[in-house]
């Protein structure tokens, strides 16, 4: 079953402007990933949060996770035309699951030059 | 260069017909999995792999086969494939379960006819 769910599906926006993806899980979590897809490529591995951290900030990438609303947000800055790409959120639930991603379906973000 | 291969890229067959997609890392992973992705439906687990001779049951197994045999290769095979197996395929590694990013390969496209 899916876990993480991403919103919105889409996200059409213009060169400098900043860029917000919500993610939403139904389990717990032992952490979170984000990860970026260039159209019909392999994922890259953007962000990792723990589920006892809140936030956490990598260059432009900027994560926040609410374990109490099981909810994740990844913000880009001051974005670029090579950001567009798909971004999915990803789930680890640990326990017997170690290790185990559930992925969402995924936010496509195009940015305008 | 670290980095997960997978072969062939691209590979169009006939229902019933055997194939294997293998899949190599050289980082001295632990961990390997198997993901097919759909349109709409995100990526979805196969199977995975903890270490040498361990490996269990992603989300969507049934038509699958896998085998470890060496901690670098975790090969996808189809006994008998079928149509509702045409999708993307991503061979994924990680050190070991637990806080860690994974690294993807770059997919492999199967059609089946």
């Known amino acids: 079953s899916q876990q993480g769910e991403e919103d919105p599906q889409a996200l059409s926006i213009q060169e400098g402007e900043n860029a917000t993806m919500n993610c939403s899980y139904k389990?717990?979590?032992?952490?979170l990933q984000w990860y970026r897809q260039n159209s019909g490529r392999g994922l890259v591995h953007l962000i990792l949060i723990r589920s006892n951290e809140r936030e956490k900030h990598s260059g432009r990438l900027r994560v926040t996770l609410d374990t109490s609303k099981k909810s994740s947000s990844l913000l880009i800055t001051a974005s670029r035309a090579a950001d567009t790409a798909s971004y999915f959120c990803a789930t680890d639930a640990g326990g017997t699951s170690y290790g185990k991603l559930t992925f969402g379906q995924g936010t496509i973000l195009t940015v305008h030059p | 260069e670290a980095q997960v291969t997978q072969n062939p890229r691209y590979l169009i067959t006939v229902t019933g017909k055997k194939l294997t997609v293998t899949c190599s890392q050289n980082m001295n992973h632990e961990y390997m999995s198997w993901y097919r992705q759909d349109p709409g439906l995100g990526l979805r687990q196969i199977y995975y792999s903890m270490n040498v001779e361990v490996t269990d049951k992603g989300d969507v197994p049934e038509g699958y086969k896998v085998s470890r045999k060496e901690k670098r290769n975790f090969p996808l095979i189809l006994e008998s494939p079928s149509p509702n197996q045409t999708s993307l395929y991503f061979c994924a590694s990680s050190f070991s379960t637990g806080y860690n990013e994974q690294f993807f390969g770059p997919g492999t496209r199967l059609t089946v006819l």
């Open positions: 389990t717990s979590i032992n952490n």
